[in-house]
């Protein structure tokens, strides 16, 4: 099965550092782009950052200089490292892998998007 798993949120109070990872898994051939974005209640998703896999970075304006994304092509990993987290960072925090070619059934192979289920980052003092 070709899934995306994140871990790493939590708890953690302003100013605080925070580091998630999202891997995919299954027979993965190639992955475009991987990236996070995040949802806080009542408001709409918002995009994070995303990192090519040729490790192009970018960042939306809200967490330039804090967050930093990376990469780990050879395990399908996507990391964020969070810095100087504030309050209105608060919000659960969804992998995506962006055309993602693999083998999703057997003998069958095409690209689609993929999602993770999210993992909460609350900051709160």
């Known amino acids: 099965q070709v899934q995306l798993v994140e871990s790493g949120g939590g708890l953690v109070q302003p100013g605080g550092s925070l580091r998630l990872s999202c891997a995919a898994s299954g027979r993965i051939f190639s992955i475009a782009s991987m990236g996070w974005y995040r949802q806080a209640p009542g408001k709409e998703r918002e995009w994070v950052a995303a990192?090519?896999?040729?490790?192009?970075?970018n960042y939306a304006d809200s967490v330039k200089g804090r967050f930093t994304i990376s990469r780990d092509n050879a395990k399908n990993t996507v990391y964020l490292q969070m810095n100087s987290l504030k309050p209105e960072d608060t919000a659960v925090y969804l992998c995506n892998a962006e055309r993602t070619a693999a083998e999703y059934s057997s003998g069958t192979y095409y690209t689609k998007d993929l999602w993770g289920r999210g993992t909460q980052v609350t900051v709160s003092s």
């Open positions: 990192i090519t896999d040729g490790g192009t970075s």
